[in-house]
């Protein structure tokens, strides 16, 4: 009994203390909390230095994650929202659930110049369909040569995914009022529309489809870690789309000060330097060991294609509107 006192007054202690760690709970997408994604590394690497617990939340892919958002509003446990893009970015500010930054004078490696006070950038890439090969010889060089093939391509719905919806402002971007016509010539091409970005590359790795739509940055992965060099990008005359990932403070956070400490370690070695072989993409501020020499592989787009944040929301439901018609035909 005695025994048992001790210990348990040994033990007390520690609880309370684990009980005193402020938790900082962020809401992202599924595949960066995944064993292979960001998460893992940056959850501990974060751990070490704030002396909090961080939960990570997954909510499927980008454009779901701010449909919870806006659909928990106020209510949210969210102190941190990671996984919205530019094409997101003015929805979701319109909706006042968002805090500035107050990050100042970061030196992004970004291609474009990045002054917003509330979002975040940590990653970025090119939207690209991503083929085998030792599958596919001949090899589309735009939109229309690709439904002009028997290619089958996996793509992901834009009302739940940012690589869905930046494959709609891509196409009207690079096609404008042609956009639809577009799509209904691609329909017949499309074997399926995933809910996201995972399942969608699952699909295609399984052999389901010819292409997926993905990034120019995805055959490093097969690179690096597989060593596998047969995954490539096709290389499209009209340009590519930009995809700039970010992250914010949610306004109604009752750990405010712990939430400004991840935004600004987002912009530290400590996270960027995990990002170009966890996420697949682009750091936005490159890691003073540079990155690996795998992505000296990727294809550069010859044109990059980017509609400004609050153009792409006005965009977005023409956009949709034609893909829905097209596709329902």
Not at 25 to 35: A, C, G, K, L
Not at 145 to 173: C, F, H, M, Q, Y
Not at 189 to 205: D, K, M, Q, R
Request: charged fraction near 20%; aromatic fraction near 10%; hydrophobic fraction near 45%.
């Amino acid at each position: 009994m005695m025994k048992s006192l001790m210990i348990a007054g040994l033990l007390l202690p520690t609880a309370l203390l684990a009980e005193d760690k402020p938790v900082l709970n962020i809401y992202t997408y599924d595949s960066f909390i995944s064993e292979w994604g960001p998460g893992p590394k940056v959850e501990a690497a974060f751990e070490a230095e704030c002396g909090c617990d961080v939960k990570f939340t997954g909510s499927g892919d980008g454009a779901a994650l701010l449909a919870r958002l806006l659909l928990e509003g106020d209510t949210t446990e969210a102190d941190v929202v990671l996984g919205l893009d530019t094409n997101l970015t003015a929805k979701a500010a319109e909706s006042g659930l968002f805090a500035d930054s107050g990050l100042k004078d970061v030196a992004y490696d970004l291609p474009v110049a990045w002054d917003d006070p509330v979002f975040v950038p940590y990653d970025w890439g090119y939207f690209a369909f991503v083929y085998d090969k030792t599958k596919v010889t001949e090899v589309p060089a735009d939109f229309e040569a690709l439904a002009a093939s028997n290619l089958k391509v996996v793509i992901e719905d834009p009302r739940s995914s940012t690589p869905g919806l930046g494959l709609l402002l891509w196409v009207k971007s690079a096609y404008g009022d042609k956009a639809e016509e577009v799509w209904k010539n691609l329909a017949d091409n499309i074997v399926t529309v995933t809910p996201g970005w995972t399942e969608a590359y699952g699909l295609f790795l399984k052999g389901e489809a010819d292409m997926v739509l993905s990034y120019t940055t995805s055959p490093a992965y097969h690179l690096i870690a597989e060593n596998d060099d047969s995954k490539a990008a096709a290389p499209f005359n009209e340009g590519h789309y930009l995809q700039v990932e970010v992250a914010a403070k949610v306004a109604t956070t009752d750990q405010s000060e712990l939430a400004d400490r991840f935004l600004a370690f987002m912009v530290t070695d400590g996270f960027q330097s995990v990002i170009p072989e966890t996420n697949w993409m682009y750091p936005a501020v490159m890691p003073k060991g540079g990155i690996n020499a795998g992505f000296d592989t990727l294809i550069t787009p010859a044109k990059a294609l980017l509609y400004p944040a609050g153009e792409a929301a006005k965009v977005r439901d023409a956009a949709l509107a034609e893909w829905q018609a097209a596709l329902s035909r």
